[in-house]
C-alpha cells in the first residue's frame, strides 16, 4: 500500500589511474564556474563513491530512474566492510553498536528517512520504503528496525572483527575526536540527474565513529545531509555532522544555486558561512558536492581532502575538491 503524501572549468590536471579506468582531477584554483554540464550523471562523495557510481550509472544508462539509480548506488558502500564509515562493516559507537543513519529524496519533493537504525545493512532501501509505503518522513531507532523486519529485511550482525577491534582498543582510552578526513565520520551522499532532466539524491552513513549511544549526525536530515529541489538542483553534505545542521547546509547549497550561483560557487558560500558561525575550524572539515538541473556539478570543503567522484556518458574521475584554508 502506498500513502505517501507530496511535500512540495575547474582549472585541472588530470592523471589516468593505473586500471582504474577513471581520473582524478586536482584543483588549483581558477575561477569559480560550473564542470560541463550534461545528462545523465551521478556524482557522490569520497572515493568510495566510484564503484557507487558505476552501480548508479547502470540504472541511468538503461534510461532508469535518478532515484532507483541512487538507491542502487549508496547500497554499494553500504554492503562493502571495508567502507569503515557506512553501513556494514561501520565504526561502533562507543558501546561497541553499529547504529546506521540514512535518507533519501526524488523529484516531487517525496523523502524518506531512518536514524539510530540497527542490525539492517541497507538504511537506504528502508528509507525508501518509508518515503513510499507511510504517511511520514523519519523512523528511528526500535520503530525503524521493527518496521524493517515488517518489510522484509533481514536482521543482521554488522559488527565485523575489524571494527570490534578497534572499539576494543578505543575503549583504552576512550577519547573522542573527531580526525578532519580520516575516516571516522564520512558518509556517501549522492545526487544523480537522469535522461529525462529529473534529480534525486541519497545520504548514508553509520556515523561518527565511537560517538555517544544515541548521536544522529545530519546524513539522515532532509535539508541537511541531503536535499533535492527538482526545479533547481540538489545537494548533499559530508564531515561533522553538527556543524551542517547547525547551518541547514544542503538546503542552504540549494537556494544558492536558486539565486544564480554555480553548483562550486553555492557549495563554497555554504562553506564560507559554516566557517564564519565557528570560532575555530582547525579541527573541523565539512564538505559540499552539488548538481544543477542543468547537469552541472561542483564540490568545496573547509580543508583540504575531500574529493569526490563523477559519472557521466564520458567516463568516470574522481576530483579533488577546492577548499579554503
Known amino acids: 500500500m502506498s500513502s505517501r503524501r507530496k511535500f512540495l572549468k575547474l582549472s585541472a590536471v588530470s592523471a589516468t589511474l593505473l586500471g582504474g579506468g577513471f581520473q582524478v582531477v586536482k584543483a588549483f584554483g581558477g575561477s569559480l564556474g560550473a ?6 550523471i551521478v556524482i557522490s562523495t569520497w572515493d568510495h563513491g566510484i564503484p557507487a557510481n558505476a552501480a548508479a550509472w547502470e540504472v541511468l544508462s538503461k534510461n532508469g530512474t535518478a532515484l532507483d539509480a541512487v538507491e542502487a548506488g549508496v547500497r554499494v558502500p553500504e554492503g562493502d566492510p571495508k567502507v569503515r564509515t557506512v553501513g556494514y562493516g561501520g565504526y561502533p559507537d562507543r558501546e561497541g553498536k553499529v547504529t546506521l543513519d540514512a535518507c533519501i529524496m526524488d523529484k516531487d519533493s517525496n523523502c524518506g528517512a531512518v536514524a539510530f537504525l540497527q542490525h539492517i545493512k541497507h538504511p537506504i532501501s528502508v528509507a525508501r520504503k518509508v518515503m513510499e509505503d507511510t504517511p511520514h518522513v523519519m523512523l528511528v531507532g526500535q520503530g525503524a528496525y521493527e518496521f524493517a523486519i515488517a518489510n522484509g529485511f533481514q536482521k543482521e550482525n554488522l559488527l565485523t572483527e575489524e571494527s570490534e577491534k578497534d572499539w576494543k582498543n578505543w575503549l583504552k582510552e576512550s577519547k573522542y575526536k573527531p580526525v578532519i578526513n580520516i575516516e571516522n565520520h564520512d558518509t556517501i551522499g549522492m545526487l544523480a540527474l537522469d535522461a529525462n532532466g529529473d534529480l534525486a539524491g541519497a545520504c548514508t552513513t553509520s556515523g561518527a565513529a565511537f560517538k555517544m549511544h544515541g548521536r544522529v549526525g545530519d546524513s539522515p536530515i532532509i535539508g541537511a545531509g541531503l536535499f533535492v ?3 533547481v538542483g540538489a545537494a548533499t553534505a559530508t564531515g561533522l555532522g553538527e556543524a551542517v545542521i547547525r547551518m541547514v547546509g544542503s538546503h542552504l547549497v540549494v537556494e544558492l544555486m536558486r539565486q544564480g550561483n554555480s553548483p562550486e560557487k553555492a557549495c563554497k558560500l555554504a562553506v564560507e558561512r559554516i566557517i564564519a ?16 538541473k542543468q547537469g552541472e ?20 574521475k574522481l576530483i579533488d575538491g577546492k577548499y579554503k584554508l
Open 229 to 231: 529541489d527538482n526545479e
Open 35 to 40: 564542470a560541463k554540464p550534461g545528462k545523465p
Open 297 to 316: 556539478y561542483g564540490g568545496y570543503c573547509i580543508h583540504k581532502g575531500f574529493n569526490y567522484a563523477v559519472h557521466d556518458a564520458k567516463g568516470k
Open 277 to 292: 558561525k565557528h570560532k575555530d575550524v582547525k579541527d573541523l572539515q565539512v564538505g559540499f558536492i552539488a548538481l544543477n
